[in-house]
């Protein structure tokens, strides 16, 4: 049962930093600089996408157009 326990405190340990650096991009270089001083290797990969973000109910129809375009000029597959 504790073994279980660390895990999943790890895992929403992990989910948390993750979630901080997917919606606060301005804090990825801080959490890069922690997980280094950690002693953790990663690899950022650089990217010239386009990030949608759907903060309010009226943001979703241009989110659901973005990705349209992006299904139909082959850069995702169909869901």
Do not use: N
Request: with cysteine; charged share 20%.
């Amino acid at each position: 049962m504790c073994v279980m326990a660390f895990y999943l405190c790890l895992f929403v340990a992990i989910l948390i930093r993750l979630l901080v650096a997917i919606f606060h991009p301005t804090l990825t270089p801080a959490i890069a600089d922690s997980q280094l001083k950690a002693g953790t290797q990663f690899t950022m990969l650089p990217t010239d996408d386009k990030w949608f973000g759907v903060t309010y109910k009226e943001d979703k129809p241009a989110v659901m157009e973005s990705f349209r375009e992006l299904i139909r000029s082959g850069a995702y597959g169909e869901m």
